[in-house]
């Protein structure tokens, strides 16, 4: 049934995505007025023609019927960049859950309005000969400001406005008065505000591995027969994924293409970013959180004219509104911050894909330790799978030693190092090369495990290891599972049973305890605050200037370090039991990741992991760099309890200052969603769990609930989303509570 009511925005800005206007669909137009489409509309009391965009379809009439205007016209060639993004909008909406407003200002380019940057030139408007008269006049006269300017402009022809108002001190009242009288004329130049400063351009003569150009050649072959893929490059870290990527780029943006590099946030280095300018030039620009306002602003502003074929930066940049777009890269695609952590909660990896289709876009993803869902995908033919085994030049896969903190502990040493690490520290210390410490913080809430035997409290029913609360329970922030803390190890009977954790500015304290020679740097979000931080600890440690890095998950992303000759993972175990079902995949890969940081140059490279689980497969996987036998394990278990990507799982999350009504809504969400699978007949393959606090229970005095249901098929899951958001409009009960959905969260809640 053809739509009868169109929401329509006139002035796509950042403030006025809120504010739609509803016209009536002429019964010629209907199969025209599709989400995104550019419509010409009658607006105002004089009833003036503008152009619109379409963000809403429906059949209720928002005022009376006879108050509401038709559409005048669609436009037909009116697929312009913004009639892209509302289409994507509209499918993140649909695909992810949420409402088109939040979507829209995900996509939409423009944060707010930022005052233009501007180049004034004051020239003369008229002939030498002119203004030599004029300037004898103004003498006569005693026009002092006028003759000093004439005077000028007589010898320069052109002088930059500022230099007029504060070196020639000339009013602005005297330029208006000369202006007037056709003497001088103001020339307008818009600037734009570049974040990459103009450097000597440097193009390298790449030789790429017989490997790599194997890649090369099959992705551009198929793009230039008009085949649009995606395609997931495995690389082993060293493997010279980067080299790939940018041989198959400067193809692409020679057919007079664009396109789009997504880097994590935390990877995007000034060692990576000049990689690319060397390469390409000023005809790159980067989106990253730590640009004002301004910057970023002109980045879109340059994308859209034109002035730029890369952009370069994380999750936000795939939304750059590119006119020409040709092909999206993904790198480190198994990181979750390219998941959303907001509403909507979008994955970047399925946006860019559906983006690509939208654009008819290639897209390339790659990784050392590709997520399981990438993985999957290429197995199963969605994805085209391409391998680089070996590292690139002289460098070779550093080797890797286990160290059982459990046999630690029966030699009495009680140390944050083993004593294998602290005789490899000080090895390299003797031989004037670097190390690297890495401190596996990530996602780590608080488990409790046994020092003397590495059991680990997890729940019967979920398989996620409990969470410590401070009234002496663990409780499972899946089901709701509670039990109190043992006083003695369950498991061996000992004594040393507690949480576990240790901090960065603590190892920082003990290195230089235990190596007081050693310079010491240490990079985690209490050094990294501001905005040029990163980048002068990672210069301080390339040039030498310590010879110890510590620091979390910060320090192992992409970094290439050719003197670290050791790296020194503390306590692997820290995310192995974070209460995630995803606990051993990021495991796996922090591990791989971090070992790839050592032997990067011409020296050998040696890796400790230090483990109270040195014989868990993620651990022994990591260590022979077996990507293959930790994915075949890992799919089983997830297979078994139906975690993704076996299956898939809609997280909704409902919050309220009110406890008992945040209770209340839950249940009846339960409830609701049963009711739904009922009827439909798949109550029996849909799996739904809770209602259960949340592991944050309560932040800032606002109560948290959580549900979670498990189905195989995602579009089942979008059904129960569609049918919950009907359900929440039409009940009282939801007054007062924010509901949120997130399909395959990576993270818990």
């Given at each position: 049934?053809?739509?009868?009511?169109?929401?329509?925005i006139?002035?796509?800005?950042?403030?006025?995505?809120?504010?739609?206007?509803?016209?009536?669909i002429?019964?010629?137009?209907?199969?025209?007025?599709?989400?995104?489409?550019?419509?010409?509309?009658?607006?105002?009391?004089?009833?003036?023609?503008?152009?619109?965009?379409?963000?809403?379809?429906?059949?209720e009439?928002k005022?009376?019927?006879?108050?509401?205007?038709?559409?005048?016209?669609?436009?037909?060639?009116?697929?312009?960049?913004?009639?892209?993004?509302i289409?994507?909008?509209?499918?993140?909406?649909?695909?992810?859950?949420?409402?088109?407003?939040?979507?829209?200002?995900?996509?939409?380019?423009?944060?707010?309005?930022?005052?233009?940057?501007?180049?004034?030139?004051?020239?003369?408007?008229?002939?030498?000969?002119?203004?030599?008269?004029?300037?004898?006049?103004?003498?006569?006269?005693?026009?002092?400001?006028?003759?000093?300017l004439?005077?000028?402009?007589?010898?320069?022809?052109?002088?930059?406005?500022?230099?007029?108002?504060?070196?020639?001190?000339?009013?602005?009242?005297?330029i208006?008065?000369?202006?007037?009288?056709?003497?001088?004329?103001?020339?307008?130049?818009?600037?734009?505000?570049?974040?990459?400063q103009?450097?000597?351009?440097?193009?390298?003569?790449?030789?790429?591995?017989?490997?790599?150009?194997?890649?090369v050649?099959?992705?551009?072959?198929?793009?230039?027969?008009?085949?649009?893929?995606?395609?997931?490059?495995?690389?082993?870290?060293?493997?010279?994924?980067?080299?790939?990527?940018?041989?198959?780029?400067?193809?692409?943006?020679?057919?007079?293409?664009?396109?789009?590099?997504?880097?994590?946030?935390?990877?995007?280095?000034?060692?990576?970013?000049?990689?690319?300018?060397?390469?390409?030039?000023?005809?790159?620009?980067?989106?990253?959180?730590?640009?004002?306002?301004?910057?970023?602003?002109?980045?879109?502003?340059?994308?859209?004219?034109?002035?730029i074929?890369?952009?370069?930066?994380?999750?936000?940049?795939?939304?750059?509104?590119?006119?020409?777009?040709?092909?999206?890269?993904?790198?480190?695609?198994?990181?979750?911050?390219?998941?959303?952590?907001?509403?909507?909660?979008?994955?970047?990896?399925?946006?860019?894909i559906?983006?690509?289709?939208?654009?008819?876009a290639?897209?390339i993803?790659?990784?050392?330790?590709?997520?399981?869902?990438?993985?999957?995908?290429?197995?199963?033919?969605?994805?085209?799978?391409?391998?680089?085994k070996?590292?690139?030049?002289?460098?070779?896969?550093?080797?890797?030693?286990?160290v059982?903190?459990?046999?630690?502990?029966?030699?009495?040493?009680?140390?944050?190092?083993?004593?294998q690490?602290?005789?490899?520290?000080?090895?390299?210390?003797?031989?004037?090369?670097?190390?690297?410490?890495?401190?596996?913080?990530r996602?780590?809430?608080?488990?409790?495990?046994?020092?003397?035997?590495?059991?680990?409290?997890?729940?019967?029913?979920?398989?996620?290891?409990?969470?410590?609360?401070n009234?002496?329970?663990?409780?499972?922030?899946?089901?709701?599972?509670?039990?109190s803390?043992?006083?003695?190890?369950?498991?061996?009977?000992?004594?040393?049973?507690?949480?576990?954790?240790?901090?960065?500015?603590?190892?920082?304290?003990?290195?230089?305890?235990?190596?007081?020679?050693?310079?010491?740097?240490?990079?985690?979000m209490?050094?990294?605050?501001?905005?040029d931080?990163?980048?002068?600890?990672?210069?301080?440690?390339?040039?030498?200037?310590?010879?110890i890095?510590?620091?979390?998950?910060?320090?192992?992303?992409?970094?290439?370090?050719?003197?670290?000759?050791?790296?020194?993972?503390?306590?692997?175990d820290?995310?192995?039991?974070?209460?995630?079902?995803?606990?051993?995949?990021?495991?796996?890969?922090?591990?791989?990741?971090?070992?790839?940081?050592?032997?990067?140059?011409?020296?050998?490279?040696?890796?400790?992991?230090?483990?109270?689980?040195?014989?868990h497969?993620?651990?022994?996987?990591?260590?022979?760099?077996?990507?293959?036998g930790?994915?075949?394990?890992?799919?089983?278990?997830?297979?078994?309890?139906?975690?993704?990507?076996?299956?898939?799982?809609?997280?909704?999350?409902?919050?309220?200052?009110d406890?008992?009504?945040?209770?209340?809504?839950?249940?009846?969400?339960?409830?609701?969603?049963?009711?739904?699978?009922?009827?439909?007949?798949?109550?029996?393959?849909?799996?739904?769990?809770?209602?259960?606090?949340?592991?944050?229970?309560?932040?800032?005095?606002?109560?948290?609930?959580?549900?979670?249901?498990?189905?195989?098929?995602?579009?089942?899951?979008?059904?129960?989303?569609?049918?919950?958001?009907?359900?929440?409009?039409?009940?009282?009960?939801?007054?007062g509570?924010?509901?949120?959905?997130?399909?395959?969260?990576?993270?818990?809640?």
């Open positions: 049934m053809a739509m009868k009511y169109a929401d329509i006139v002035d796509i800005s950042h403030e006025n995505l809120d504010r739609t206007y509803q016209y009536s002429p019964v010629e137009l209907s199969e025209q007025a599709v989400i995104g489409a550019l419509a010409v509309v009658p607006f105002g009391k004089g009833n003036r023609l503008i152009k619109g965009y379409i963000v809403h379809l429906s059949n009439p005022w009376k019927e006879d108050l509401i205007k038709p559409i005048h016209e669609i436009v037909s060639d009116g697929l312009v960049i913004e009639s892209q993004l289409q994507l909008a509209y499918w993140i909406k649909e695909t992810f859950g949420s409402t088109m407003n939040d979507a829209l200002k995900t996509v939409i380019p423009v944060k707010k309005t930022v005052k233009a940057k501007e180049k004034k030139t004051i020239k003369l408007a008229e002939s030498i000969e002119a203004a030599k008269e004029h300037l004898e006049i103004f003498k006569i006269k005693n026009n002092k400001g006028r003759v000093r004439l005077e000028e402009l007589i010898k320069e022809e052109a002088i930059d406005y500022d230099v007029v108002i504060h070196k020639l001190n000339i009013a602005r009242t005297t208006q008065d000369l202006e007037k009288l056709d003497i001088i004329t103001t020339d307008v130049e818009r600037l734009y505000r570049n974040p990459i103009n450097r000597t351009i440097n193009k390298e003569q790449v030789h790429l591995t017989e490997e790599q150009q194997i890649i050649d099959s992705i551009i072959k198929e793009y230039r027969e008009n085949i649009r893929g995606t395609y997931l490059i495995h690389g082993v870290t060293g493997s010279g994924k980067t080299e790939v990527y940018m041989e198959i780029i400067s193809d692409v943006i020679s057919q007079g293409k664009q396109v789009i590099m997504l880097i994590p946030e935390i990877a995007l280095t000034y060692q990576t970013v000049m990689r690319f300018y060397k390469r390409f030039g000023d005809r790159i620009s980067i989106m990253n959180s730590r640009l004002s306002q301004g910057e970023r602003y002109d980045q879109y502003l340059r994308a859209k004219k034109g002035d074929d890369i952009m370069i930066g994380p999750r936000s940049a795939l939304f750059t509104p590119f006119q020409n777009l040709g092909l999206i890269i993904i790198d480190e695609e198994h990181e979750g911050t390219y998941k959303s952590e907001n509403p909507p909660k979008y994955h970047a990896r399925e946006v860019a559906k983006r690509g289709q939208l654009s008819n290639s897209v993803l790659g990784s050392a330790t590709p997520s399981l869902e990438s993985y999957k995908n290429a197995l199963e033919g969605r994805y085209k799978l391409y391998t680089l070996s590292r690139i030049g002289k460098s070779i896969m550093p080797k890797i030693w286990i059982d903190l459990r046999e630690e502990l029966k030699k009495k040493n009680k140390s944050i190092f083993s004593i690490l602290k005789e490899l520290m000080e090895d390299r210390l003797r031989k004037k090369q670097q190390i690297m410490l890495f401190i596996n913080r996602g780590y809430a608080g488990f409790v495990s046994c020092r003397s035997c590495g059991h680990v409290m997890k729940c019967p029913h979920c398989d996620i290891s409990l969470t410590a609360h009234n002496g329970t663990l409780v499972c922030h899946y089901c709701g599972y509670s039990e803390t043992p006083v003695n190890c369950p498991s061996c009977g000992s004594k040393y049973i507690a949480t576990f954790g240790t901090g960065t500015q603590k190892v920082e304290e003990m290195v230089k305890k235990e190596f007081p020679g050693a310079r010491v740097l240490r990079m985690d209490d050094t990294t605050k501001n905005k931080s990163h980048e002068k600890i990672l210069s301080s440690f390339a040039n030498g200037e310590a010879d890095l510590v620091g979390t998950q910060m320090i192992v992303k992409g970094h290439d370090f050719p003197m670290v000759t050791l790296v020194g993972i503390l306590a692997a820290l995310s192995l039991y974070a209460a995630d079902y995803r606990a051993a995949e990021r495991t796996y890969q922090l591990l791989a990741q971090a070992s790839g940081r050592a032997g990067r140059g011409e020296l050998p490279g040696e890796v400790v992991i230090q483990s109270y689980q040195p014989d497969y993620s651990i022994k996987a990591a260590s022979e760099d077996d990507y293959i930790f994915y075949n394990q890992e799919m089983a278990y997830r297979e078994l309890l139906k975690y993704p990507p076996a299956a898939h799982i809609l997280a909704i999350l409902i919050a309220s200052k406890e008992k009504k945040a209770m209340t809504a839950s249940e009846l969400l339960c409830g609701a969603g049963k009711d739904w699978t009922s009827k439909e007949g798949i109550s029996e393959e849909t799996v739904i769990i809770g209602p259960a606090a949340a592991s944050l229970a309560k932040a800032n005095d606002i109560y948290r609930f959580m549900i979670y249901i498990k189905q195989s098929d995602y579009d089942v899951l979008i059904g129960i989303k569609d049918y919950l958001e009907g359900y929440i409009n039409y009940s009282e009960h939801f007054n509570c924010n509901v949120q959905f997130d399909f395959n969260p990576m993270n818990s809640y």
